[in-house]
Structures are given as structure tokens and as C-alpha cells.
């Protein structure tokens, strides 16, 4: 662990300056999903999954979309295969989690409204990435930063990564440190964690899912739903490519 | 349309005159009536911010995000009872406006600062058009001039649409009449070519991180 430094233009910071003070077309686009998913989680899903299928209509058409869903069944059965554990409807990893078709890269959140779960914690608050053109693309060496929406939620963060390219899907904690809880205070706006994960050996090539979450407690190293799900103010999940 | 009339075009033409039958489809929450609504205003919105941004930095500056706040503005302006309440015989934009300037104070003072009314007041009579003074000068300003008047036809475009306009992928695709693939090459093209004119032209990042603090609200 260390702590972060950007050593290049950031992303916001080049789109900052071409817009000249406005946000960019892009930001408009990110902050255009975050708007309707928040809204449809208000509303029992039904905003986002009206606006999702039409998208897809518009974007990709009927078969692309066929495609997509048969992807997903294999999706969901290797990992529920792979991980014996999970139970549907209790976890993230069971069965609530779908494919997002956002530009970035987080592209597996949990769907609980989708499932008429309206109390499930609200996403798009946390996110990791590490100072590349593509933030969700990390190499080996690279620092991965943790960065918090903390005008909307507050409390204790906590994160650990799970391989997806590998036979082993043994977690890799990030958060809690092995010594402390890290709380992130309220009214801030998005604000990076002062500590940075190094891409190190212990991560092999290939994609990884970080799950990340706000609790209103410290959460020891457990799952964060399964274990303290009321507790739970924020839950995203990320995926993060790490690359030579 | 200029740039300046796509800008303030609501204080013409508010959108629910504009578009008959727009407004029963809003409050049904009908996600293209929705998705409609925040691309006409997002722009608006997102200059008004700017104003009171600009208007607190003179005496304060401040961690607040833009981004997030203006994420928040259209949040709670698209709740199914703000929709259902709204009347369509008013325009919109002022509307997000007020919204804005409570999320904004209500930010303000969740970062436990001293709310100046005669600052947020007064941002309301500055324009749009004053709004998108430029925020950079000297070296920054020099260096990205250089950049942009050098660009080649096609990035000049999507330079056009999404960072002038700020126009949605989609409407930047029609109007250029490009796949969004070729949209997203030629953004990252833009994007990398102005940071090599940067990092040529000996400008560090912390200068940025000084002159944008206000918007970008990262630590």
C-alpha cells in the first residue's frame, strides 16, 4: 500500500480543459446513466430496464441481444458452478448481478432493484482505477485508487478483488487494512482514498471483479451482504483488467 | 443554431411548448421522455453551476464536484413526484435552476461552510455565454489554442459536438454522421494528442489540479 500520486494528465483533467470549463459530452453520457439508474432504483427498476432494452434495441438490434442473454446464463452458471457458496438472492455474486452496458468499465453491479428489491444499497458511488487512459486497465507495478462519492454516502469502505480468468477465485483483500478500518466522512464530494493498492505479483494477468462497499460499521473481512447486509450503505462492483 | 442560442435556447422555447405530448410521457417516467428532458437542459444546468461555482471561488474556493452536483440536480428533478408535480405551463429551465442552487447550498453546507446568499445571488444574473469565459490562461490557454486550431477536420468535429455542445454520444454520431466506435477513436485521439501538447509544452500537472480544483472535486 502507498500512497497515490497522479504522474499524468488525469482523464477529468483533459476533458476539464477541451471543455473549457463545462463537462465534456462523455461526462454528460456518465452522468445521464447514473441519473436514470438512480431514478429507476426509486422506482422498482422500471425506468433503467425500459431505458437498457431500448438501447440495446437501438445500439445493437434483436440478435446481439439474444446473444447477450445467452452469455449471461453461461455467465451466472460457471460462477455459481465455481462458487459453491453463494446463494441466490444473498449475495452479490448470486444471480443479482448483470451486465452494464456503461462506458466504463463497471460493468457488474448488483441488481437488486431489478429484482423488486427496492431497499438494495444504491451504486455508482465507489469506484477503482489506476492512472491509465483506461483507468480499469492496471499494470503490473501501477497504483489502484480507490475513489468515493462521499456527498451522497459516508461511512467505512471496504474492498477485495476476485479473479475471473483464473481457476482459483480466491478473494484478494484490499480493505479493511490489516490493522484498521478506513472511514471516508460525509460532504466531501468524490474524494480519492489516501491508499493505493500496488499491482503487485499477488494479482496474475487477466480480470478481476472488485467488489466495493460503504458500511455504516467497519466490516471485518467478510462479505460485506452476506455477513452485515443492513449495514451495507453502498455496494458497486468493478471490473479491473491487470496486464503486464 | 450557434452556439450561444443552443445554449440559452429555453428562455425561447421552453421544451414541453416545444414538444407537445412530451410532458404526459415525463411523468409516466417514460425513459426516452426522460432521457429527452436531460439532454435539452443538461448544458444549462451544468453553466448555471459553473456560475456558482465561480461566484464562491473568488472569496473561497471549494471540494465540491461538479459532476456530482449536477448528477443530483437532474436526480431530483426526475423523481416520480417532482415529474408528476411539475407544471408544464412553467418553463423548466428556471425550475432546474432553483433545484441547482439547493443542491448546491445544501452541499455547501454539508462541507460545514458559510452559505453567502448575495454570492449565490448574484450568479444568477450572469449568462450562459459568461459562464464559458475561459476558465484557463497563459501557458494552459496558449498551449490548448495551438492544439485545437491545428486539429484535423475530423477531430475539429467531434471536438465540436462533445466539447463545445456537449452533445451526447448519440447526438454527436447523427450530426457527424459517424458510428459511435469511430466517435470513441476519435475522442481518444483528441485526448491524447492534447496531453502530448501538454507534456511538450513543459506544463506539470499540478498546475491543472490548481486551476480546476473547483470542478474536479478530487483530492
Not at chain 1, 462506458?103 to 444504491?122: E, F, L, M, T, Y
Not at chain 2, 448555471?48 to 461566484?55: G, S, V
Request: proline share 5%.
Amino acid at each position: 500500500m502507498k500512497r497515490h500520486h497522479p504522474r499524468t494528465w488525469s482523464d477529468g483533467e483533459i476533458q476539464h480543459l477541451l471543455s473549457n470549463g463545462y463537462l465534456s459530452g462523455q461526462q454528460y453520457d456518465e452522468i445521464e446513466a447514473r441519473v436514470l439508474q438512480r431514478v429507476a432504483r426509486a422506482e422498482g427498476g422500471r425506468l433503467r430496464e425500459v431505458h437498457s432494452l431500448g438501447r440495446w434495441a437501438r445500439v445493437a438490434g434483436a440478435p446481439l441481444a439474444a446473444c447477450s442473454i445467452v452469455g449471461l446464463i453461461w455467465f451466472l452458471q460457471t460462477r455459481e458452478s465455481a462458487n459453491p457458496a453463494s446463494v441466490r438472492g444473498q449475495t452479490i455474486e448470486a444471480g443479482t448481478a448483470g451486465v452494464h452496458t456503461a462506458p466504463s468499465r463497471r460493468a457488474v453491479v448488483p441488481k437488486g432493484d431489478a429484482a423488486g428489491d427496492v431497499h438494495a444499497p444504491p451504486s455508482g458511488i465507489l469506484d477503482v482505477g489506476c492512472s491509465n487512459d483506461d483507468p480499469h486497465v492496471c499494470h503490473f507495478g501501477d497504483t489502484l485508487y480507490v475513489s468515493v462519492n462521499s456527498a451522497i454516502v459516508a461511512g467505512y469502505v471496504g474492498a477485495y478483488a476476485e479473479p475471473l480468468d483464473s481457476h482459483t477465485k480466491e478473494r484478494i483483500w484490499y480493505l479493511p487494512l490489516d490493522d484498521r478500518a478506513v472511514n471516508v466522512p460525509g460532504g466531501a464530494g468524490t474524494v480519492v482514498l489516501p491508499y493505493g493498492v500496488r499491482i503487485s505479483p499477488v494479482h496474475a494477468r487477466g480480470r478481476y471483479r472488485v467488489t466495493l462497499w460503504l458500511s455504516r460499521e467497519p466490516i471485518q473481512r467478510r462479505d460485506p451482504v452476506a455477513s452485515r447486509g443492513k449495514d451495507v450503505l453502498a455496494l458497486d462492483a468493478v471490473i479491473v483488467e491487470v496486464r503486464p | 443554431m450557434d452556439e450561444r442560442a443552443e445554449r440559452t435556447k429555453d428562455v425561447e422555447m421552453p421544451i414541453f411548448r416545444e414538444h407537445p405530448g412530451l410532458i404526459e410521457r415525463f411523468r409516466e417516467g417514460n425513459p426516452q421522455a426522460v432521457e429527452q428532458v436531460y439532454r435539452y437542459y443538461v448544458r444549462q444546468v451544468d453553466a448555471y453551476l459553473c456560475t456558482l461555482f465561480r461566484a464562491l471561488d473568488d472569496r473561497h474556493g471549494t471540494r465540491l464536484n461538479r459532476a456530482d452536483l449536477l448528477q443530483e440536480v437532474f436526480v431530483r428533478s426526475f423523481q416520480s413526484a417532482a415529474r408528476v408535480a411539475f407544471d408544464p405551463s412553467r418553463p423548466y429551465g428556471p425550475y432546474l435552476r432553483a433545484i441547482a442552487r439547493n443542491c448546491f447550498i445544501d452541499a455547501l453546507r454539508a462541507e460545514r461552510r458559510e452559505v453567502l446568499r448575495a454570492d449565490i445571488d448574484s450568479s444568477d444574473n450572469v449568462d450562459d455565454q459568461a459562464a464559458a469565459e475561459p476558465f484557463v490562461d497563459g501557458t494552459l490557454r496558449a498551449i490548448l489554442t495551438s492544439y485545437l486550431g491545428g486539429l484535423p477536420a475530423p477531430l475539429r468535429g467531434v471536438y465540436h459536438q462533445r466539447y463545445v455542445l456537449g452533445r451526447t454520444q448519440d447526438a454527436a454520431c447523427a450530426a457527424l454522421g459517424i458510428s459511435r466506435r469511430t466517435l470513441r477513436t476519435n475522442e481518444e485521439h483528441l485526448k491524447r494528442g492534447l496531453r502530448k501538447a501538454l507534456i511538450a509544452g513543459g506544463v506539470t500537472t499540478n498546475d491543472v489540479v490548481m486551476l480546476a480544483n473547483s470542478s474536479l472535486g478530487a483530492e
